[in-house]
């Protein structure tokens, strides 16, 4: 019976959860949740979505009339006034909090990467009045230094094999390209995000070529422009490839290349910012939550859990803040699975809903830049070999980047961001040369490594609410494509947590029940 409810998928069955605080009166469908479980085998929560306002909190402004940075300008302003009255120097009457976060918002959202951010932008852009809804961004550092955001190479690519995948891609990239109507800010220059339109180039073997053209039947069913080449076509475009091993490639004729990842963060950190969104420079280390234990018609016994409170520890201190919420999302990127276990999922017997973890894990990612004078040239699009290795070019020195997806069995201890320079000796540049033999002379200049928010079930991400933690939703998981995602995938979380369900593009089989069901959501194309 539960298997079947989950296979609904989304309805007002699992998604009529209001926003509003314990405090306030929750108007969260606990109790209509629990009342209609038993009769009908589905989570008959009401599909009406209340919004609850409450007036500004003690240290910050509410959301849509005085942002943050206006607020602290304020506090700092009556400081001096008031020090400027008082005798004697340094002794302040009021202590600065304005670095806590509020006791209490609607929206809590644990990491302020690409796809937090996004949720945030989104959350605010569709909210029906402006100002309803409060949402605070928590992050834990500032610097991002080891976010998967600024880490990533920022490529945008339509080729993918699901139709979902496509979708999110194509919508990201009117995004990007429309950048400036998105996410403009009075006064603040325009950005500048650095896109260099180019191509994805992959190549595939005898055995990968089926495959291949039916992923490209599904691209332009879809809408993408996608072209298959023959080797002798392939030969004759790009000629310093050496073609042998491969009976086919596919290459972008459209809506595809890269762009600067820092650029597309700040620009939605200033936005949202702009639109009322608060931040936290902070830790996310626990969650209060209460259980309401049931059973199905069929008997299966379920615990349905709701988050009270999140609790936050400041930087640079021992304390925490409590920050009492209606509704919380993760967004913490490869860190992801440790905070929903914190929030008790995963921790029940194998095999049950209970028991069934949030599968997105930290796996280390090498990105190798080198100089090659004689390389392919600025006609370089990304190729994709079939080995796993894969580059572009970047910027217009003779200068390319790339790295190489390992099995399995090769992947990286996850512990640091150390850069292996064996790996690149032993593991990339034999393929990379072998494709492409003007790299046989190419010079290591510099490299990074990165976590990608690895989903180990399916590579795919994950979005929507939990099944069971009933104010828990996901925006996390999107392995090696969550950059070029993140302003659809944003868009889809916003709307599953405002309107019940997925408005503009379906993503049902990203959704967490997925785990449970075994139902894998299996992407062909990743690199
Ligand atoms: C080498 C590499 C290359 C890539 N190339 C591409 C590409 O070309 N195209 C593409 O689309 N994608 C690419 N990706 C993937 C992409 O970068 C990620 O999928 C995406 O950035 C994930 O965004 P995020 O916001 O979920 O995670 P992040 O950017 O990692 O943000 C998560 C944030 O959560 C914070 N956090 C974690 N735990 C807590 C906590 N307890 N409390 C508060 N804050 C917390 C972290 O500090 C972090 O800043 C690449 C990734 C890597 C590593």
Aim: hydrophobic share 35%; net charge negative.
């Amino acid at each position: 019976m539960l298997r079947r409810a989950l296979r609904f998928g989304l309805g007002p069955a699992l998604l009529g959860r209001g926003l509003g605080t314990q405090r306030e009166g929750s108007t969260l469908g606990k109790a209509e949740g629990s009342g209609g479980y038993r009769g009908s085998g589905v989570f008959s929560v009401s599909s009406h979505v209340t919004f609850r306002t409450r007036g500004p909190g003690p240290r910050w402004e509410d959301s849509g009339s005085l942002g943050a940075g206006a607020w602290d300008g304020k506090v700092s302003e009556i400081k001096k006034k008031i020090q400027s009255i008082l005798p004697g120097g340094a002794w302040s009457p009021l202590c600065d909090t304005s670095h806590l976060p509020p006791e209490h918002s609607d929206v809590v959202i644990v990491g302020g990467g690409v796809l937090g951010l996004s949720v945030a932008y989104w959350l605010k852009r569709l909210e029906k009045q402006r100002g309803a809804i409060r949402v605070l961004v928590v992050e834990r550092d500032h610097t991002y230094s080891q976010a998967s955001t600024v880490l990533s190479v920022g490529g945008i690519r339509q080729q993918f094999s699901l139709p979902e995948n496509i979708q999110l891609s194509l919508f990201s990239v009117e995004f990007l390209r429309n950048i400036n109507e998105y996410l403009a800010v009075v006064d603040d220059p325009p950005l500048d995000l650095q896109f260099n339109p180019s191509g994805y180039l992959f190549l595939a073997s005898e055995e990968g070529a089926t495959i291949m053209e039916n992923n490209v039947k599904v691209q332009r069913q879809e809408g993408a422009k996608v072209c298959l080449m023959s080797p002798e076509q392939l030969q004759k475009k790009f000629p310093w490839i050496n073609t042998e091993g491969v009976a086919l490639a596919s290459y972008g004729l459209e809506n595809e290349g890269w762009f600067d990842p820092w650029c597309l963060l700040q620009g939605l950190r200033r936005k949202v910012q702009s639109m009322g969104v608060l931040f936290c420079h902070g830790e996310v280390t626990r969650f209060v939550s209460s259980s309401n234990h049931m059973e199905t018609a069929s008997g299966e016994e379920v615990t349905l859990k709701r988050i009270h409170e999140v609790h936050v520890k400041v930087d640079h201190s021992q304390e925490y803040q409590p920050v009492e919420c209606a509704i919380v999302v993760i967004a913490a990127g490869a860190w992801s699975g440790q905070i929903a276990e914190l929030a008790g999922i995963g921790k029940g017997p194998p095999g049950t809903l209970q028991g069934t973890k949030l599968p997105v894990e930290p796996r280390k990612r090498y990105v190798y830049l080198w100089h090659c004078p004689h390389g392919p040239g600025l006609e370089a699009p990304l190729v994709a070999d079939p080995s796993g290795a894969y580059f572009r070019r970047e910027g217009l020195g003779n200068n390319y980047l790339g790295g190489y997806s390992p099995t399995e069995e090769e992947e990286p201890d996850p512990g640091n961001l150390e850069v292996d320079h064996e790996f690149f000796q032993e593991k990339v540049w034999p393929h990379l040369a072998r494709r492409v033999p003007a790299f046989e002379t190419l010079k290591v200049r510099h490299a990074w490594a990165g976590y990608y928010d690895y989903n180990t079930f399916d590579q795919n991400g994950v979005v929507g609410p939990h099944p069971l933690v009933v104010n828990m939703y996901f925006a996390t998981g999107f392995s090696g494509h969550g950059l070029q995602q993140a302003p659809a995938a944003g868009r889809a979380v916003a709307e599953v947590m405002l309107e019940g369900r997925f408005q503009t593009i379906d993503l049902s089989p990203f959704l967490f029940s997925r785990f449970y069901l075994g139902e894998k959501a299996q992407e062909h194309c990743i690199i």
